[in-house]
């Protein structure tokens, strides 16, 4: 460990209040929620819940189209009209190769060269391949892309990535899907005070509002969700909640927290309480 | 149109007279469509591809925007 991260408080990374904004690759962003567009019961649900949450970026991907199907020039006129930006993941690739093909496809399709780097390791747990995420993205950064590297906590993969060229990381909360909200605070804790001055996104596992809030007070700079939304049973109001959530865990950052203790202390004034001689 | 070759296309067999890539999409009806194109893995830009000749076995990948988390 560094002395930087030793002597890290976590104030220390509170901006002034009035000058907060989150910038990535030099866009300035009002939103600090980024949402998914998968998996929703229908493209008006989907247009809704883009809408309650307020957010300026939302995830697409690229997929096979057969000749006669249309899905994709339908969907793209509907994500058009949304008036966010696309950032576009290449999800469900294996290996590094995969992936750089992928995003020069999304890149193409969607005219960004902003690009959600996924190469998966495992089907059962959908963590990232970290030694392919280091090779997919020290390729495509030096093709002028501009990377969201879908990684882990761990702090090689993190140094290494930002060596490749990253701007930011984008450390999971949990498996993809699974609802499990931030399943290894300390670790994320940790990746945060090591990066002070990096722009964190925590994508994936994300459940409830309340993991949404809570990776916010954390001091993480955005959360990138899509299940929690488009699987809700009232995914519009949800979107709203998440949308909710996230400026109240920012603005609770922002503020300052206080610190937790093990030892009860009275919250109104001991001096002047009656009776008090007579104990 | 040249000889008949034997392709993958989106992972489904396929016969085609077509030479090249761009012409291999307009006979399978995708002319005009928003879609990217990859070729044995490797992405090939809409620039390239009426020049992109096409051989038996390759492996061809239409894509086109879909919903992503």
Same mark, same amino acid.
């Given at each position: 460990?560094?002395?930087?991260? *030793?002597?890290?408080?976590?104030?220390?990374?509170?901006?002034?209040?009035?000058?907060?904004?989150?910038?990535?690759?030099? $866009?300035?962003?009002?939103?600090?929620? %980024?949402?998914?567009?998968?998996?929703?019961?229908?493209?008006?649900?989907?247009?809704?819940?883009?809408?309650?949450?307020?957010?300026?970026?939302?995830?697409?991907?690229?997929?096979?189209?057969?000749?006669?199907?249309? =899905?994709?020039?339908?969907?793209?006129?509907?994500?058009? =009209?949304?008036?966010?930006?696309?950032?576009?993941?290449?999800?469900?690739?294996?290996?590094?190769?995969?992936?750089?093909?992928?995003?020069?496809?999304?890149?193409?399709?969607?005219?960004?060269?902003?690009?959600?780097?996924?190469?998966?390791?495992?089907?059962?747990?959908?963590? &990232?391949?970290?030694?392919?995420?280091?090779?997919?993205?020290?390729?495509?950064?030096?093709?002028?892309?501009?990377? %969201?590297?879908? $990684?882990?906590?761990?702090?090689?993969?993190?140094?290494?990535?930002?060596?490749?060229?990253?701007?930011?990381?984008?450390?999971?909360? /949990?498996?993809?899907?699974?609802?499990?909200?931030? *399943?290894?605070?300390?670790?994320?804790?940790?990746?945060?005070?090591?990066? &002070?001055?990096? &722009?964190?996104?925590?994508?994936?596992?994300?459940?409830?509002?309340?993991?949404?809030?809570?990776?916010?007070?954390?001091?993480?700079?955005?959360?990138?969700?899509?299940?929690?939304?488009?699987?809700?049973?009232?995914?519009?109001?949800? *979107?709203?909640?998440?949308?909710?959530?996230?400026?109240?865990?920012?603005?609770?950052?922002?503020?300052?927290?206080?610190?937790?203790?093990?030892? /009860?202390?009275?919250?109104?004034?001991?001096?002047?309480?009656?009776?008090?001689?007579?104990? | 149109?040249?000889?008949?070759?034997?392709?993958?296309?989106?992972?489904?067999?396929?016969? $085609?007279?077509?030479?090249?890539?761009?012409?291999?999409?307009?006979?399978?009806?995708?002319?005009?469509?928003?879609?990217?194109?990859?070729?044995?893995?490797? %992405?090939?830009?809409?620039?390239?591809?009426?020049?992109?000749?096409?051989?038996?076995?390759?492996?061809?990948?239409?894509?086109?925007?879909?919903?992503?988390?």
């Amino acid at each position: 460990m560094t002395d930087t991260m *030793a002597n890290m408080k976590p104030d220390a990374r509170r901006p002034a209040v009035g000058r907060d904004s989150l910038e990535v690759y030099g $866009t300035g962003l009002g939103s600090r929620l %980024f949402l998914g567009t998968a998996q929703y019961p229908s493209p008006q649900v989907l247009e809704r819940a883009v809408k309650a949450a307020g957010v300026d970026v939302v995830t697409v991907s690229v997929r096979r189209e057969g000749a006669r199907d249309k =899905g994709g020039q339908r969907f793209w006129e509907l994500i058009s =009209g949304l008036g966010v930006r696309v950032l576009p993941n290449t999800a469900g690739c294996r290996t590094a190769r995969e992936a750089i093909a992928t995003a020069e496809m999304a890149r193409e399709l969607f005219d960004t060269d902003w690009v959600k780097v996924e190469v998966i390791a495992n089907d059962d747990t959908l963590q &990232p391949d970290l030694f392919g995420l280091v090779e997919a993205t020290t390729t495509l950064v030096r093709e002028g892309f501009k990377v %969201f590297p879908y $990684t882990t906590e761990d702090l090689g993969a993190a140094e290494r990535l930002l060596a490749a060229g990253c701007q930011l990381l984008m450390p999971w909360g /949990a498996p993809i899907g699974t609802g499990r909200g931030l *399943a290894n605070p300390y670790a994320l804790r940790t990746l945060r005070n090591y990066f &002070p001055g990096v &722009p964190l996104i925590v994508d994936a596992g994300i459940g409830a509002p309340s993991h949404a809030a809570q990776a916010m007070e954390m001091g993480f700079d955005a959360v990138l969700l899509n299940t929690a939304v488009a699987k809700a049973g009232d995914p519009v109001a949800m *979107a709203e909640a998440f949308g909710a959530a996230v400026r109240a865990g920012r603005t609770a950052f922002v503020a300052g927290m206080m610190e937790v203790r093990d030892m /009860a202390a009275p919250s109104t004034p001991v001096a002047g309480t009656p009776f008090f001689d007579l104990k | 149109m040249g000889a008949v070759l034997e392709v993958v296309v989106n992972g489904a067999q396929a016969r $085609t007279r077509a030479r090249t890539l761009a012409e291999l999409l307009v006979e399978l009806g995708y002319g005009g469509t928003k879609v990217a194109t990859a070729r044995n893995g490797d %992405f090939v830009p809409l620039r390239k591809r009426d020049t992109v000749e096409l051989s038996g076995g390759d492996t061809i990948e239409i894509v086109s925007p879909r919903q992503g988390g």
